[in-house]
């Protein structure tokens, strides 16, 4: 009974083993069977419109990478077909065209913007610069003003101590105070 447990466990481990290589293999090359059976099923479709291309498959891998991995059979045709290669020449050079023009209309915004900002912020400098003015202005006037006071200050109390030096030469003294009634 144990003998036979224990060869159900090997057939069981034996079975998920064989699944698992398989899902391994089918994971693995499963994407490029894909694409080189779609590429077949493309170039029969559109094999009317376009003459075939002369390539040297031989140096290709019975397994290659899909379009963008690596995948040079594009590259390789279009070397050989001179019209192709001039048209493929012709657009790249019209989206490079195409690129600068963008990044300079790009540039000529983000230059137009900064500018804009660059007048909006000597407004602003402008406008603090007059509120400054203002208040210098405000400051001088003040200090003007204050200092009128102070002389005025001064000469009340020169005023006061001669009265009172009168006062005292009269006979006041400080602390007493006496009206006379008329």
């Not at 398989?22 to 779609?38: D, E």
């Not at 040297?56 to 899909?66: M, R, V």
């Not at 540039?107 to 003015?133: P, W």
């Not at 400051?139 to 020169?158: G, S």
Request: glycine share 4%.
């Amino acid at each position: 009974m144990r003998q036979q447990h224990r060869q159900q466990q090997q057939k069981v481990v034996t079975v998920m083993m064989v699944m698992m290589g398989m899902c391994i293999a089918g994971y693995i090359l499963g994407p490029p069977l894909y694409w080189r059976l779609k590429e077949g099923l493309a170039a029969s479709l559109h094999s009317s419109s376009c003459p075939p291309c002369i390539c040297d498959c031989s140096l290709h891998p019975l397994l290659s990478l899909p379009t963008g991995f690596g995948n040079d059979t594009f590259a390789d045709c279009m070397k050989h077909d001179p019209e192709v290669s001039e048209e493929m020449e012709k657009s790249f050079t019209d989206l490079l065209s195409e690129e600068v023009k963008l990044r300079e209309a790009e540039a000529q915004e983000n230059q137009k913007y900064a500018d804009i900002r660059l007048l909006e912020a000597k407004k602003i400098a402008s406008q603090y610069q007059k509120e400054a003015d203002k208040c210098n202005s405000g400051m001088e006037t003040c200090e003007e003003a204050r200092e009128k006071v102070e002389a005025t200050l001064e000469a009340q109390k020169r005023i006061t101590a001669m009265w009172e030096l009168r006062a005292r030469q009269r006979g006041w003294k400080e602390g007493s105070l006496r009206f006379r009634a008329y």
